[in-house]
């Protein structure tokens, strides 16, 4: 699956990789993750940077929140970028298992030769060039970043706990997931997660990274 997200003047092309139902990818974490790239097995999906459930993404929002509203070329970039993503799977040795390698900028991937860049080996390559795990635009800049990110072992959307469960119950899974806002945190452990996190702890620690900064100067 590639799927493309369009913001006002930003947009996201991204690939999923082939999701394993064993139990240790959930638990694989950095150990497992090569030291130049992430597994195409291993590649986070769209959901994997949430730390809440899917929501009501129109209600209380202006239309730009929406993502109803983007600049004219937003799509067309973002659909081309999608298909070339996809061509360049297909010549993949290894097709949606194909490893990501690590976040690069677009601009250093100008300024380096490929042979000279030690963010990407021969096995992140087709014989076509890189495949990154995301392309994120920014109209604003006219610049792109290619970063990488693992799996979630608590994402709501393709955790092995969600796909076991899906497997199991079907239906009735899905539709304890659409009346309840909160199942799906309260089955990934997100809910625990958050109760777990002592935010006055991380606001003292942004004060002190703060007043180190001040100090240096």
């Known amino acids: 699956m590639i799927n493309a997200a369009l913001g006002f003047d930003t947009f996201l092309v991204q690939r999923h990789g082939m999701r394993r139902l064993e139990k240790e990818i959930e638990t694989a974490g950095v150990s497992r993750i090569r030291k130049k790239g992430i597994p195409g097995s291993l590649l986070g999906c769209y959901f994997c940077n949430d730390v809440v459930a899917p929501g009501d993404s129109t209600r209380d929002r202006t239309l730009d929140q929406q993502c109803t509203v983007t600049r004219p070329g937003v799509s067309m970039i973002a659909g081309a970028l999608a298909v070339e993503l996809m061509v360049s799977i297909l010549q993949h040795p290894q097709g949606i298992d194909a490893p990501a390698a690590a976040s690069v900028s677009h601009s250093r991937l100008k300024q380096e030769a490929p042979e000279s860049n030690d963010d990407y080996g021969d096995?992140?390559?087709?014989?076509?060039?890189?495949?990154?795990?995301?392309?994120?635009?920014?109209?604003?800049?006219?610049?792109?970043?290619?970063p990488s990110t693992s799996a979630f072992s608590c994402c709501t959307a393709c955790s092995h706990i969600v796909i076991e469960k899906y497997l199991e119950d079907g239906l009735s899974f899905l539709f304890e997931a659409f009346n309840d806002p909160n199942h799906l945190e309260k089955l990934t452990g997100l809910t625990k997660l958050h109760e777990d996190t002592n935010l006055d702890d991380v606001w003292a620690l942004s004060d002190d990274d703060l007043d180190s900064e001040a100090s240096k100067e």
């Open 123 to 146: 096995e992140e390559e087709s014989c076509l060039g890189i495949i990154p795990h995301q392309i994120r635009g920014f109209l604003s800049r006219f610049n792109e970043v290619l």
